[in-house]
């Protein structure tokens, strides 16, 4: 990350710098360069957006968890089953309980 950024700003521009690499074929618009250094560039990009959006989700999850919603109505909006929401972010319940007592 840039020094004296926010970690949302470099986001930001990775994300930018990725438009394009959706697209299987170079040629298409908007595409992308067909060559190795490019793809190793926008694999990077891909990995700093990754760990935000990460992040972002932990945060909101733990959120949602402190003000009752349940792992039904967090795992509907993530496409996934109760199930695999608990399995996931259950030990969130665990460290909140821990730390209100």
Avoid: C, F
Avoid at 78 to 99: G, I, K, V
Wanted: glycine fraction near 10%; hydrophobic fraction near 40%.
């Amino acid at each position: 990350m840039g020094r004296g950024r926010a970690p949302w700003q470099d986001g930001r521009r990775a994300w930018q710098r990725l438009n394009g690499w959706h697209n299987d074929k170079p040629g298409s618009v908007p595409g992308h360069p067909d060559d190795g250094d490019a793809a190793l560039a926008a694999l990077a990009d891909v990995h700093l957006i990754r760990g935000l959006l990460d992040r972002a989700e932990l945060i909101a999850v733990r959120t949602a968890r402190r003000h009752g919603k349940s792992w039904s109505e967090i795992a509907t909006l993530l496409h996934m089953t109760r199930q695999s929401a608990w399995e996931r972010w259950h030990d969130l319940d665990e460290t909140a309980s821990d730390s209100a007592g």
